[in-house]
């Protein structure tokens, strides 16, 4: 199952690159930017369920090097019991080496707390390389491999045990711009070793509605292959949010 939604992911990002036509390349952001993300949902009846997802973004970009920013906080719960407390906090830079800021070097950083998937502190730090596969005016398609090191605490439920490891890290991130009003994206993130591997993929459509507004229908699929007792290999996570752009 693991390996063949690999495929598939590698497959959608083949099939849609291989469709695209070439123009001239937008240039990339420079100085400050970022945008600010929020959804809520709210059901009643025979079982209640309120959810709230909230995502903050900031990037600063400069001829030769850009910082980027990104901080997550996912909660979810059902007939008042509490099911999903999930942060995510990721940093990189990168040290551009062409005037096309096509070719670069990064430093990545990754911090993650997940109550309901007994994990304390998951942290991860790597190195490595990335090029801009491809770029026009309506697309983006970078790619990023480089080595690094893991450190995941388990909370004391599930033994409270440290497991560390060196990893491989591969990702992928697709924009394509079918027009002004709509964008689609697709990214995949992948950190593999010994003791385990983790994929993270986020798909999504937004829809401009006002001047730095936008509204996006998102999907979000999780997967660790070697989970704490009790808790699933897979996650999967539907979002309807608000964005706003700066």
Known sequence: MFSKYIIRTLAIFGMTFTALSSHAA???????SGSGEAGYNSST??????????????NYGHEDHEFKSALEVNYK??????????????????????????????????????RFEEIDLDASLSLGLGKRLYQTEQTN????????????????????DTVNQA????????????????????????LAGNERTKLETNTGIKIKVADNMNV???????HNNNPP??????????????????
Not at 45 to 58: I, M
Not at 148 to 160: D, P
């Open 26 to 32: 937008d240039p990339l952001p420079m100085g400050v």
């Open 216 to 222: 996006k229908a998102g999907y979000k699929y999780r």
């Open 141 to 160: 398609f970078t790619g990023e491999i480089g080595l690094g090191y893991q450190s995941t605490t388990f909370t004391k439920a599930a033994g409270g």
């Open 77 to 114: 719960s059902e007939n008042g019991v509490q099911t999903q407390e999930r942060y995510l906090l990721g940093l990189q830079r990168n040290q551009f080496y062409d005037v096309e800021r096509s070719y670069y070097s990064f430093i990545a950083g990754q911090f993650e707390n997940s």
């Open 229 to 246: 007792t009790g808790i699933k290999e897979a996650d999967s996570q539907t979002t309807l949010t608000l964005i706003y752009d700066f």
């Open 167 to 190: 990893i491989a890290r591969l990702k992928l991130d697709f924009n394509h711009k079918f027009n002004e009003q709509v964008t689609f994206s697709q990214d995949l993130i992948v």
């Open 45 to 58: 009846g025979n079982t209640e369920t309120t959810s709230v997802f909230g995502a903050v973004k900031l």
